[in-house]
């Protein structure tokens, strides 16, 4: 079946760049995301990546996605302790989208 | 617009009763997604709606769960009855026709049942 996989924490040093991985296993996903969930809170958007791109550019992110490996990542430059959070990569696998499924999401830790 | 609407915000319950958990997605969106959200199994997508019907309710854990969706401003989760083991944290969202748009979700509700 369809799945999502990440590792489950990251800790870096405010300033450093983070890089979190994720890896899919539905070969015809059309988009694939990264959200972010502060504490407390849903999940809001960060960014997202159409299946037939290989990277995306946005600001401090960046997201690189390889579709031989099914794998995707996100880079974060420049990490703040504002950038404390978790991250879900997540697929949509159906043809319109509608349905995302999503890993268990990586805790980043930002050290001053 | 404010935002994706839950209620209640926590609801402390005990087995047995029945719970019910609301939404009011963002006017305008024509998609409705339900989650539930626990330590043990990450964010789990329960049912969701296009146009107020039920497209997809294979994450639906048992028949105790039932949602609806009667009209484009407002749906219900409902738990009936309640075990422990429904404890988590429920999150509503909704998006336009999706492709690439973003699902925004609400601020969720903290179920926990005694």
């Known amino acids: 079946g369809e799945d999502v996989e990440q590792s489950l924490f990251l800790s870096v040093r405010e300033g450093d760049s983070s890089v979190i991985n994720c890896t899919y296993t539905d070969s015809s996903s059309t988009y694939l995301y990264w959200y972010k969930q502060e504490p407390g809170a849903g999940l809001q958007l960060l960014t997202y990546i159409f299946s037939n791109m290989d990277m995306k550019q946005d600001q401090r992110l960046t997201v690189l996605l390889n579709k031989k490996d099914k794998h995707l990542s996100l880079r974060i430059a420049d990490t703040q302790t504002g950038d404390s959070a978790i991250y879900f990569c997540?697929?949509?696998?159906?043809?319109?989208?509608?349905?995302?499924?999503f890993g268990q999401g990586t805790e980043l830790s930002v050290k001053p | 617009d404010a935002g994706v609407i839950q209620s209640p915000r926590h609801e402390v319950t005990e087995m047995g009763q029945e719970v019910t958990l609301r939404c009011k997605p963002i006017s305008g969106h024509d998609y409705l997604f339900w989650y539930r959200q626990t330590m043990m199994r990450g964010l789990e997508l329960l049912i969701y709606?296009?146009?107020?019907?039920?497209?997809?309710d294979s994450g639906m854990p048992e028949d105790r769960f039932s949602a609806k969706m009667p009209n484009a401003s407002f749906s219900t989760l409902k738990i009936q009855p309640s075990e422990p083991r429904d404890s988590a944290v429920y999150f509503c969202?909704?998006?336009?026709?999706?492709?690439?748009?973003?699902?925004?979700f609400g601020p969720g509700t903290r179920l926990t049942v005694l």
């Open positions: 997540a697929e949509s696998i159906d043809n319109q989208g509608g349905k995302l499924i």
């Open positions: 969202a909704s998006s336009l026709s999706p492709g690439g748009n973003e699902q925004f």
């Open positions: 709606f296009n146009n107020n019907v039920p497209i997809d």
